[in-house]
C-alpha cells in the first residue's frame, strides 16, 4: 500500500503549563492526490478530518490545567431544560467549570463522566446547622461522596455573600461551618481533592480604586482573618463575586462603557504602582489582591465566582442591554481562554479563574428585571444573545448530516480508523500543522475571524462532529512538568 504515517510534535506553553502536542497523521494517498491543498485551515473546517483525542484519565486530568471559563448554573426558574439537555449547552460555549448554588443530585447525575468540574453550594441557611460536624459529615456523604469520581466535585462553598448581609448571628456561624465541612472531608479520605471555600461580594471592600489602595472594610477584618487563615491553611481559594456592571449602572455618566465592556479604551494607570489597566475587572481583581495583602496574605489565589452583565433591565439600569451583554461576556470569555493573556497586571502569571454568570435567564429571581436577565441563554436553550463567537463555537450541528454524537466521539472513530491507510498529505509540510496547532491553542486561533477562544476542549469538540473518516489525526496533549 502506498502509505506513510507522520508523527508530529510540538510545545506550547499555556500559562505556567507546558503542553506537548503529538499530531500523528495518516491517509489514503490516492485520495490525496485528488486534493490540491490540505492546508490548515482546511483542516480545522473539519471538511475531511477527524482527530481522535486518546483521552486517558491522564490526559483528561491534564486538560484541565488550560485555562477556561466557568459557568455559573442558577435554577431559579420554573421554566428551565433537564440537567441532561443542559449538558450540551455547558460545552457550547466551551465551559468546564460549573458552579452550582446547591448540590442538585440531578446535575450531578447529568454531568458524570462529562470531565466538567463542579463547584457545590451549601446556602446561607445550612451555616447553622453544619457547624455541627456530624451534621456536615451527613450532608457530604449523602450530596457527595456518591457522585464522586464520576463527576468532578472539586469544591464546596459554604454560604454566599454572608459578610456583607451585616448579620452577625450569619457571620459568626461561617468559619465553624466551613471548618466542620473542611474536617468530615478529611475523615472521609477527600479534603484532597475537595476544598472548601465561601463566596464574597465585592462589598467587602471598603476601597477598591486605584486597585493597589484596595482595603477590606475595617468593621470586617476580625471575622475575615481567621477564614483567611483557614483558606492558607486548607490550600483553598478566596471567592469574590464582582460586577463592573454594578459601577456602570451606579454612575453611568462617569465610567467608561469601553472600560468596563473589555473594548478598546485608554485605560488607566494606577499611580503607586504604574501599573496599566485596560478594564475594570481586573482592577477589580487586583483590588482585592491588594487587600488581602494588606492583611498579610499575598499569596491567596483568588477566583471570581461570578460576574456578568444582563441583557435587560428596568428603565433605570443603565447599561443592562444585550450588546453590552454580548460585549462583556463575549470578550470576557475570549480573554480568559487565550494563554498569552493570563493573569492581571498585578498577578500576570496567575491564571485566571472565572466563572460566568449565568446559564439561564432565570425567571423567578427577585428584585429589579436585571436579575432575572443574566442568562446567556434562554430557558428553552436558545441563546439569549449572541456571544460574538465563531459559529463552529456555537453550533452543535457540524458541518456535515450529523447523527447526534457526542461531544467526545472520538473514542467511537478510532475503531473504524485503524482501516484507513496510513500515509501523510504531501502538500502538509513538517512542522506546518504544529506550527499551526500551537498557535490554535495558544492563541484561540485567528484572532478575529474563526474564533476559537475554547482552547484544546473546544478544538475537540469542533473536530467531534467530523463524520468523514478518509483521514485520521491522533492528538495527544499532556501536561509535562515544569
Ligand atoms: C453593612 O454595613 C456597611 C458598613 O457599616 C454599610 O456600608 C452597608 O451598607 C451595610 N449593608 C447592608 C446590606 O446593610
Ligand atoms: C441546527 O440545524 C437545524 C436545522 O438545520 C437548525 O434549525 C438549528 O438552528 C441548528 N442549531 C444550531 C445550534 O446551529
Redesign the pocket.
Known amino acids: 500500500m502506498d502509505s506513510s504515517i507522520k508523527f508530529h510534535s510540538c510545545k506550547v506553553i499555556l500559562s505556567e503549563y507546558s503542553v506537548s502536542v503529538y499530531l500523528l497523521l495518516w491517509s489514503d494517498r490516492e485520495r490525496q492526490r485528488q486534493r490540491s491543498t490540505m492546508g490548515f485551515a482546511r483542516f480545522c473546517g473539519c471538511s475531511r478530518w477527524f482527530i481522535v483525542i486518546l483521552v486517558s484519565g491522564l490526559v483528561l486530568a491534564e486538560m484541565e490545567m488550560v485555562a477556561s471559563i466557568g459557568i455559573n448554573y442558577g435554577q431559579i426558574g420554573n421554566n428551565l431544560p433537564s440537567p441532561e439537555e443542559v449538558v450540551p449547552l455547558v460545552k457550547s460555549i466551551g465551559a468546564t467549570k460549573v458552579k452550582l448554588y446547591d448540590a442538585d443530585p440531578r446535575v450531578l447525575r447529568a454531568f458524570a463522566n462529562t470531565g466538567v468540574e463542579f463547584m457545590v453550594g451549601l446556602g446561607n441557611e445550612y451555616l447553622s446547622k453544619m457547624q455541627d460536624p456530624k451534621q456536615a459529615q451527613a450532608w457530604i456523604k449523602s450530596n457527595v461522596q456518591p457522585y464522586l469520581p464520576a463527576t468532578k466535585i472539586t469544591c464546596i462553598f459554604v454560604g454566599n455573600e454572608v459578610l456583607?448581609?451585616?448579620d452577625t448571628s450569619l457571620s459568626d456561624n461561617l468559619l465553624p461551618a466551613m471548618q466542620s465541612v473542611h474536617t468530615a472531608l478529611v475523615n472521609l479520605g477527600l479534603d484532597k481533592q475537595v476544598t472548601v471555600t465561601t463566596t464574597h461580594s465585592l462589598a467587602v471592600l471598603d476601597t477598591s480604586y486605584p486597585p493597589s489602595a484596595g482595603a477590606f472594610?475595617s468593621?470586617l477584618t476580625p471575622c475575615l482573618t481567621p477564614i483567611l487563615n483557614f483558606h492558607a491553611k486548607t490550600g483553598s481559594p478566596f471567592l469574590i463575586n464582582a460586577y463592573p456592571y454594578f459601577a456602570y449602572k451606579g454612575s453611568p455618566k462617569q465610567v467608561s462603557l469601553e472600560f468596563v465592556l473589555f473594548q478598546p479604551n485608554q485605560g488607566i494607570v494606577d499611580p503607586s504602582t504604574n501599573l496599566h489597566y485596560d478594564n475594570m475587572l481586573f482592577a477589580q481583581i487586583d483590588a482585592v489582591y491588594s487587600a488581602l495583602g494588606s492583611l498579610g496574605y499575598t499569596k491567596l489565589p483568588v477566583h471570581i465566582s461570578e460576574t456578568g452583565w444582563p441583557s435587560k433591565g428596568d428603565e433605570d439600569e443603565a447599561g443592562a442591554t444585550p450588546e453590552n451583554a454580548k460585549k462583556y461576556n463575549g470578550n470576557l470569555i475570549k480573554l480568559v481562554s487565550r494563554s498569552q493573556k493570563k493573569g492581571t497586571p498585578m498577578r500576570p502569571n496567575s491564571d485566571l479563574n472565572i466563572y460566568v454568570f449565568a446559564l439561564f435567564n432565570e425567571n423567578m429571581k427577585p428584585g429589579p428585571t436585571s436579575e432575572r436577565n443574566y442568562g446567556l441563554f434562554n430557558p428553552d436553550g436558545t441563546p439569549a444573545y449572541s456571544l460574538g463567537l465563531s459559529a463552529t463555537d456555537v453550533s452543535t450541528n457540524g458541518s456535515s448530516s450529523s447523527s447526534s454524537s457526542p461531544p467526545y466521539a472520538g473514542g467511537t472513530g478510532s475503531a473504524t480508523a485503524s482501516s484507513g491507510t496510513p500515509s501523510l498529505p504531501a502538500t502538509t509540510s513538517t512542522g506546518e500543522i504544529p506550527f499551526a496547532l500551537a498557535s490554535m491553542l495558544g492563541s484561540g486561533m485567528d484572532d478575529d475571524e474563526g474564533d476559537h477562544p475554547f482552547g484544546v476542549l473546544n478544538i475537540f469538540s469542533t473536530f467531534s462532529s467530523c463524520q468523514n473518516l478518509e483521514e485520521v489525526a491522533v492528538v495527544v496533549v499532556q501536561r509535562s512538568e515544569k
Open positions: 456583607t448581609f451585616n472594610r468593621d
